[in-house]
């Protein structure tokens, strides 16, 4: 018998049928979902986690949205049904902004994406994969899905709707679809509309796990191990990641140094490559590239403006006390963007910006900061 190579990735990074559940819980959403592209979604079910309990008057809901590559696994450490720790631990649990002692805390994952919910990996009517079957679903598709999941919580209002990034997004079509479901906005590194420079940063990475042999057309889910469509959604990855940070903070960090005893100039990388490799090789392990297509074709959906008439209009259907923060040196969504949200939300305050190096990723890594600002606005 041959020896089965453990250390090639997997086809597929998705949750499977079968896999430990972990913290997960599910719903299933009573009939098909009329998607905004036009036909339906059949059998769609949201996998969710959720932290403290609902109190009498169900007024203690918070619902934290997710960004391209996470998960319902928002807080907790890695184990059996969970790849990785939470990843944004720093914000629930005794004594944190969001205490499950007085928050109801939900985190769903979104439909289309990986982690439990119906999405590429999962299985179609037909029992195969949905694959390159599976259709574009939208910001607002997704809000419609977890309207369901606010439903059978018996969730009439949010406290507070939270998102960051892809999350973000999601957050303000909650409070432009379901204005009197969201009492307070939290809204992190986002736009009002996917711009056309975002777009481009999108398109090479989309265009790399197409590119791969191994994409086979977007139906791979069934391939052997090391004969998925890791490559390119290593390189998808690795331009991304790019993004996701500051120039300043990467050339403080690595420089032009070389990695370890490597040498550059004879096959070897620079300390910086082996930081994008590395995040790369994470990734493949834990993510579908499928999902990974669909929902970056969702950002690239994303305009709050759409069919209502222009971004003014789109926002100002916005009723919820809401808090808008960008990062100083976010690079993919800067500042300016969050801008326009604040001045054109009829109840937000002023733009806050979280002063750090860590570029579009400093909305997670710079939690002690998010969290006095997302107490500030729970307290309001």
């Known amino acids: 018998m041959t020896a089965v190579d453990t250390d090639l990735p997997p086809a597929s990074g998705a949750w499977r049928e079968g896999d430990d559940p972990g913290r997960r819980q599910w719903v299933r959403l009573p009939e098909p979902l009329q998607l905004e592209a036009g036909g339906t979604l059949p059998d769609v079910r949201l996998a969710y986690e959720t932290w403290g309990a609902l109190n009498a008057d169900a007024s203690n809901a918070v619902l934290v949205l997710h960004a391209l590559t996470g998960d319902s696994h928002v807080a907790g450490p890695p184990g059996p049904g969970h790849a990785t720790a939470g990843w944004w631990d720093a914000l629930i649990g005794p004594g944190r902004a969001l205490d ?21 990996a999962s299985p ?16 607002r598709d997704s809000v419609v899905a977890e309207r369901v999941l606010a439903d059978a919580l018996g969730v009439q209002s949010w406290a507070c709707v939270i998102g960051g990034s892809m999350g973000g997004m999601r957050a303000l079509e909650w409070a432009a679809m379901e204005p009197d479901r969201v009492t307070r906005l939290c809204l992190l590194a986002s736009p009002a509309a996917t711009s056309a420079d975002q777009i481009g940063w999108a398109t090479p990475q989309i265009a790399a796990i197409r590119a791969d042999p191994g994409w086979r057309g977007g139906d791979y889910h069934d391939a052997p191990p090391g004969q998925g469509p890791h490559g390119g959604l290593g390189v998808a990855r690795r331009i991304a990641h790019l993004s996701y940070r500051s120039a300043g903070e990467l050339g403080e960090r ?25 995040h790369a090789n994470k990734l493949v392990r834990r993510f579908d590239a499928a999902s ?89």
């Open 100 to 120: 499950p002692a007085r928050w109801f805390v939900v985190a769903p994952n979104i439909v289309g994406g990986c982690q439990g919910s119906t999405g590429p």
């Open 124 to 139: 179609a009517p037909d029992g195969r994969p949905w694959g390159s079957r599976f259709p574009l679903v939208t910001a």
């Open 254 to 278: 690595f420089g032009r140094r070389p990695q370890d005893d490597e040498d550059p100039w004879h096959g070897g990388r620079y300390a910086v490559e082996s930081y994008l490799d590395h």
């Open 292 to 380: 990974y297509v669909r929902l970056t074709e969702l950002m690239n959906a994303h305009d709050v403006g759409r069919d209502r008439g222009g971004v003014a209009a789109g926002l100002a259907r916005v009723t919820a006390r809401t808090l808008v923060a960008g990062v100083t040196s976010d690079r993919l969504y800067p500042p300016a963007q969050q801008a326009e949200l604040a001045a054109g939300i009829p109840n937000a305050g002023p733009l806050r910006l979280v002063d750090s190096p860590y570029g579009h990723d400093g909305f997670l890594i710079e939690a002690a900061e998010v969290g006095a600002l997302l107490t500030e606005l729970l307290e309001s």
